[in-house]
């Protein structure tokens, strides 16, 4: 990965407080960045910072990692455009730290740096800590991401990250091959610690906004446009999602799971959903509004908005899907209360035996039902 470093004859200017630069161990060197808007890609290593200017433009032309130990900070304001699909993407390594500052009326943009935007332009934000996940094992293993080939997981359910705030990012989803897909924000075993708030995911070709495993509380969370899920969670996922609103969504609004190899993989997932609005839109909806997958795990959620499907909850067969099912059966999963809009005739696909998993009531959802909710104006696109 040397090509990637940080270097004079690259696109970066080393700041040094405490020693001289040369072309031999410029890359190994402590201390701030200066990053060339021009051509933003490359490695910060343990020790380095970089803070980036809003009044620059950064045209992301290639991969971006933040490693462990070292900061990026994005001020309010900062706009950041891609380039060259799955080579492109900004990635947080395990102990890496980043900031994003933005606010209501003036976010941070990461974007599509093509003169016709789409989705699939580029791969994304990609966030890894060392918070629990079933993916590697019971006892704190880690695993690989599937995008950016970098570990994550962990005993450390504490981790943090950083502090991301007011930051939309727009048509990502750069496909690898019909399996493999970035998403806009993917965070693996993302600690607690980190602050996750006001993120949008705008025109995606595959999930808006993904977290596998982890233990992060997300609030404010916005998905328009996705051509998958709009938010899903899987792999001993732990935390709390709260306040969010789906909008366009070609599978189903959210997806839920424990674990695609073995749904009664330990740790279980254990999810607090709150204040959801999911609408269908334009797009399929193909798998409908909330789907219980792969064992689903626990699911705890309030105030669920549902509407424009024709089923709410979408689960497979005690038979194909047995762990599922269970969690459903046992009183693992409950939604108090839940509202299915005109559109649904099938309110759920669960045919078990518990018949008080949850209650419909008349909901507001994200803050104001099928609309948008009033902590979404000014920093978001498409509501």
Request: a negative charge; aromatic letters at 10%; charged letters at 15%.
């Amino acid at each position: 990965m040397k090509k990637l470093l940080l270097s004079a004859l690259s696109f970066a200017v080393l700041t040094l407080a405490s020693c001289s630069r040369d072309d031999d161990n410029s890359t190994n060197s402590s201390g701030p960045v200066s990053i060339n808007p021009a051509d933003f890609k490359g490695e910060l290593l343990s020790g380095q910072s970089a803070t980036l200017d809003a009044s620059q433009t950064y045209k992301l032309t290639g991969s971006f990692i933040v490693r462990g130990g070292a900061t990026l900070t994005i001020p309010a304001g900062t706009k950041i455009e891609a380039t060259g699909g799955t080579a492109s993407y900004i990635a947080i390594a395990q102990d890496g730290l980043l900031y994003v500052n933005g606010t209501a009326t003036n976010p941070v943009v990461m974007t599509s740096g093509n003169t016709v935007k789409a989705t699939g332009d580029w791969g994304g934000l990609v966030i890894c800590g060392r918070a629990n996940t079933n993916k590697g094992g019971s006892t704190g293993q880690t695993a690989t991401s599937e995008v950016g080939d970098l570990t994550y997981g962990g005993t450390d359910n504490t981790d943090s990250s950083g502090v991301i705030r007011y930051l939309r990012v727009e048509y990502t989803g750069a496909a690898f091959n019909g399996d493999k897909e970035f998403n806009g924000v993917s965070l693996f075993g993302v600690g607690s610690g980190t602050v996750f708030e006001y993120v949008q995911a705008y025109m995606s070709g595959d999930d808006g906004i993904e977290f596998f495993g982890g233990t992060v509380n997300a609030k404010y969370l916005v998905a328009y446009h996705s051509e998958d899920d709009a938010v899903d969670f899987a792999d001993g996922f732990t935390g709390s999602l709260d306040y969010v609103y789906i909008k366009e969504v070609a599978k189903a609004g959210v997806e839920g799971s424990n674990n695609g190899d073995n749904g009664a993989a330990t740790p279980t997932t254990d999810a607090l959903l709150k204040n959801f609005s999911i609408i269908k839109g334009s797009l399929a909806g193909s798998e409908h509004g909330m789907y219980l997958k792969e064992g689903a795990g626990k699911w705890t959620c309030e105030n669920i908005y549902i509407d424009g499907f024709t089923k709410g909850l979408k689960i497979k067969t005690a038979a194909e899907d047995p762990a599922a099912n269970t969690n459903v059966d046992n009183g693992n999963v409950t939604f108090n209360p839940i509202y299915f809009g005109a559109s649904i005739t099938t309110p759920s696909e669960y045919a078990g035996t518990n018949t008080t998993y949850l209650t419909e009531g008349t909901n507001n959802g994200a803050g104001n039902g099928a609309g948008s909710p009033s902590w979404a104006a000014g920093w978001t696109l498409g509501l």
